[in-house]
């Protein structure tokens, strides 16, 4: 292929490359040389008319412009490892960091809620459920209803018999209520004793006056 090879290298060394990469990633990297060389090819090579694709390499690229690439390149992939590699907490500091609890309690608790619902739709009374044994299907004994039948059958007959959570929830502020309401009664209680305990001593300093008088 006829060219002004001379002029053209001579056109590519004129270019500062270093400025012209700088803050740029990999591929507006590779982007602006294309075109800088299909540029030089079109006024250097006249009977050039094949386009450069990514695949095929430029013969006219000089050390310094392979250096700043690879560097580029270099740094974008020390970056991904970093990423990759990163040793991350342990299950139970992720559970501490976001307040959560093991994901065998939530699962439990889940059952446990959904269990009751369907119980309460189709059984009315304290009966205790069975657990179905399977050999050689280890599977099986993941499945929802054989997981929750041995929880389920631990809880309290209040519990189970609970008309729904808020029953619950009522029960326990009745509860919450009728301590606050003791302790607000012994702390009244020691007040009296207090001020009784007081009355006395002053009594008897005004007794021991009038016998010194």
Known sequence: MKGNYHEFSKYLNKFNWNHEFTR?????????FVRTIECGCKNFIPSFNQKITETKRSLWMNKELKHEIRLKRNF???LQNLA???KKDSYEQ???KMDLQKLSNRREKGDLIQMYKLGRLTRGHNQRLRRQYVQNFFPRH???TNRIVENRNRLDSE???ANS???EEQDEEQDEEQVEEQDEEQDEEQDEEQDEEQDEEQDEEQDEEQDND
């Open 94 to 96: 992720r559970l501490d």
């Open 76 to 78: 974008c992939e020390k």
């Open 142 to 144: 993941h499945f929802f």
């Open 24 to 32: 740029i990633n990999v591929d507006q990297c590779y982007e602006g």
């Open 165 to 167: 959570r808020k029953d």
């Open 84 to 86: 990759t590699k990163k």
């Open 159 to 161: 519990v189970v018999n």
